[in-house]
C-alpha cells in the first residue's frame, strides 16, 4: 500500500468520524429516542424535553408523579402507578397497566382509550434560591395495544410551565446553623393524590350540558327556532376530552386528553326545537358522563445532606372527564346525545357575562337565521368545553354534598372539560342554531365563552361552550 493511499484511507476515516460526530451532537435527541424506543420496545417510555422555538433540549433531572383512573365494579378508582426523580426517562411496564385496561375493556370494549395523568418537574439552582418548573401531561394508553403487548416512546415537552421560586431553608440547632452550599442543594417535587370529588358520584353518570339554547322571550309564540349538535362524519373522527387544571393556582394548558372515543363512519346527531311548537324558551343537548375534581399535594424534597425537612407547596387541581354513556356501531364508539327543555338550574345560571354576539334577526328577515360554531372548519375540528361551575350548579340541585375545598378552586379561577371533536371530513360544523322572529321584535344571539384563554401554538383562544343567549327588544 503505497503512502499516499494511506493518506487518502486516514484522511477519509477522520470525515467519517467527523461526520458521525457532527450527526450525534446535533441529532442527540432523535438518536436518544430511538435508543429508548428500541431498548425497551414493549414498554410505554416517557422522554422529557424543554422548548424553545424551534429548539429541544433533552432534561436529565426530572421528577415524574403518574396517575391512573379506571372504572371498577365499586366505582371508579384513582391511584399513583409511578413515581420517579432526577431521571431523563421514565419506563413504565406495560404488564403494571393489564389490570387497568382490562377494567375498561369490560366497560366499553377497545374503542375507548383513556390517558395516565402526569406532573413533570424540574429545578434549577440560583443562588439562595431553587426554581422549580411544573408540567402537567397526559398519556393516552390503547387497550389493545398493552393487552397485545405493544409498547410505545412518547416525548413530552415544557411549554410555558409552571414556574415556583423555593427559598432554601437552612438547618437549625439549638447551637448552629447550617447552610446548604448551592452545589448540594438538589430537590425533587413530588406530587399526592390527596382527594378526588365526583359528578355526580363514583358509581354513577350525570347529565353533562354541551349546548344549550335559551331565550329571555317567555312568549314562545314569538319566535321558533332550532338546535342541533353533531358527532362523527367520515371514517377517520371521534371525541377527544381535554381539561382544566391548577397548578398552584395558576391555570396551566394541559396538551392531551382523558378520554378519547373514535368512530368509522358513525354519525350521531341531536336536535331539538324551541319556541312556537315545543312552547318553551330553552333547549338543552346533553350527554351523560362522570367528571372528577383531584386534588394533589405538592411538596418538595431537598436530597442533598444537610437539608431542611420536606416542604409543602401548594395544592394542585385537575377536572377531567372519567366516564362517559356511548353509542356503539360495531367498532365505533361516540358519546350518547339527549335533548330537554327543562333545565337542571333556572336558565340564567347557564350563562356567565362573557357573551360572544353573533348574529341578529328581526321581523323583516324572510328565512331563518342561522350560524354553525367551530374555531376550525378547514381542517375538521372543532374545540368547545363545559364550566365546571354549571357541573357544581348542578351537583347542588341534585342535593349532591359539595366539599368547602371546591369553592376555594372556583374563587380562582373556574376550570373546565374541553372536548375536541375531529374528523377527516372538509365540511364540518359541530353545532347549529337557528331562529325565525314571529314578532315585531329583534332578537340578538350571543356565544358563551371561556373565561380563561387556551393556548394554541403560543396564541390565545377563548373557546366557546356552544351555549346560546338569545336576548330582544322593541
Not at 428500541?38 to 408523579?65: E, G, H, M, R
Not at 372528577?292 to 418538595?300: D, G, K, P, R, T
Not at 325565525?436 to 344571539?445: E, K, N, R
Request: some cysteine.
Amino acid at each position: 500500500m503505497s503512502k499516499r493511499t494511506k493518506i487518502v484511507m486516514v484522511s477519509a476515516l477522520i470525515l467519517i468520524i467527523i461526520i458521525i460526530l457532527t450527526i450525534i451532537i446535533n441529532n442527540y435527541n432523535t438518536l436518544y429516542m430511538l435508543y429508548v424506543k428500541y431498548t425497551d420496545p414493549k414498554d410505554i417510555n416517557v422522554v422529557f424535553f424543554k422548548y424553545f422555538p424551534n429548539k429541544l433540549t433533552l432534561l436529565q433531572n426530572v421528577s415524574v408523579s403518574i396517575f391512573a383512573f379506571y372504572p371498577t365494579a365499586n366505582g371508579t378508582v384513582i391511584r399513583r402507578i409511578l413515581i420517579a426523580n432526577d431521571t431523563g426517562y421514565v419506563k413504565i411496564p406495560l404488564s403494571n397497566l393489564t389490570t387497568i385496561v382490562k377494567h375498561w375493556i369490560k366497560h366499553y370494549g377497545y374503542n375507548i382509550s383513556p390517558s395516565l395523568l402526569g406532573f413533570a418537574s424540574y429545578t434549577i439552582n440560583e443562588q439562595n434560591e431553587t426554581i422549580a418548573y411544573i408540567q402537567p401531561f397526559t398519556i393516552t394508553i390503547s387497550p389493545y395495544n398493552i393487552t397485545h403487548g405493544i409498547g410505545k416512546t412518547v416525548a413530552k415537552l415544557f411549554i410555558k410551565p409552571r414556574k415556583i421560586i423555593i427559598k432554601r431553608k437552612d438547618r437549625t440547632t439549638t447551637t448552629t446553623t447550617t447552610t446548604v452550599p448551592q452545589e448540594q442543594a438538589k430537590g425533587n417535587l413530588i406530587f399526592y393524590l390527596n382527594k378526588v370529588w365526583f359528578y355526580p358520584s363514583n358509581k354513577s353518570l350525570g347529565i353533562i350540558p354541551l349546548s344549550i339554547a335559551y331565550v329571555t322571550d317567555t312568549n314562545y309564540k314569538d319566535y321558533a327556532g332550532s338546535l342541533l349538535l353533531k358527532e362523527g362524519y367520515s371514517q377517520a373522527s371521534g371525541i377527544q376530552f381535554k381539561f382544566g387544571v391548577l397548578v398552584l393556582g395558576y391555570p396551566v394548558t394541559i396538551s392531551g386528553f382523558s378520554i378519547t372515543t373514535s368512530a368509522s363512519n358513525l354519525v350521531i346527531c341531536e336536535k331539538g326545537n324551541y319556541g312556537k311548537s315545543t312552547n318553551t324558551n330553552f333547549l338543552e343537548i346533553y350527554t351523560m358522563g362522570q367528571i372528577a375534581i383531584a386534588n394533589y399535594s405538592v411538596y418538595f424534597y431537598c436530597i442533598s445532606t444537610p437539608c431542611a425537612p420536606p416542604q409543602f407547596y401548594g395544592y394542585c387541581d385537575e377536572a377531567f372527564l372519567t366516564g362517559l354513556e356511548v353509542v356503539s356501531s360495531g367498532s365505533s364508539y361516540l358519546p350518547a346525545l339527549y335533548n330537554t327543555t327543562i333545565p337542571n338550574v333556572p336558565p340564567s345560571e347557564y350563562f356567565s357575562k362573557n357573551l360572544t354576539f353573533l348574529f341578529s334577526v328581526n321581523p323583516t328577515t324572510l328565512t331563518n337565521s342561522y350560524t354553525s360554531v367551530s374555531i376550525y372548519t378547514s381542517n375538521g375540528f372543532a374545540i368547545y368545553s363545559v364550566p365546571i361551575g354549571l357541573i357544581i350548579k348542578i351537583a347542588e340541585s341534585l342535593s349532591e354534598t359539595i366539599p368547602s375545598w371546591l369553592s376555594s378552586i372556583l374563587a380562582v379561577v373556574s376550570p373546565y372539560v374541553g372536548i375536541v371533536a375531529f374528523t377527516n371530513s372538509y365540511s364540518y360544523f359541530a353545532s347549529t342554531i337557528s331562529i325565525t322572529d314571529l314578532s315585531s321584535y329583534t332578537y340578538y344571539v350571543y356565544l358563551m365563552n371561556s373565561s380563561v384563554p387556551y393556548c394554541i401554538s403560543g396564541e390565545k383562544y377563548y373557546i366557546p361552550y356552544f351555549y346560546y343567549y338569545i336576548n330582544y327588544t322593541l
